[in-house]
């Protein structure tokens, strides 16, 4: 954590800064399942690739996963004195 920066600031920095990359995988995810869909479809007959809720279960489950992964960080950078870091260092 830089001195003098806010706990508030830190959270906001390392939640924006973690769902840029899971917001664009997650567009080019679903675009690429939508587009391939229909191979998957000629494989496997009498199943739905192209049914929105399993989409949104999916893409639901991904960003709690992400969440939870930038929100333990974060609590923890925000946690640590910014000087007893410095002086280990």
Do not use: C, H, N
């Not at 664009?24 to 229909?38: D, H, K, M, R």
């Not at 690739?49 to 992400?66: E, H, K, N, Q, S």
Request: glycine content about 8%.
């Amino acid at each position: 954590m830089a001195l003098g920066a806010r706990p508030a600031t830190v959270w906001r920095l390392i939640l924006t800064q973690g769902a840029k990359p899971v917001v664009i995988g997650s567009a080019v995810g679903v675009t690429a399942a939508l587009l391939l869909a229909s191979l998957a479809a000629a494989a496997l007959s009498g199943v739905d690739f192209r049914d929105p809720a399993d989409y949104a279960a999916v893409m639901a489950g991904v960003g709690t996963l992400a969440a939870a992964a930038m929100l333990f960080p974060a609590r923890r950078a925000t946690r640590i004195e910014p000087t007893v870091a410095l002086r280990t260092e």
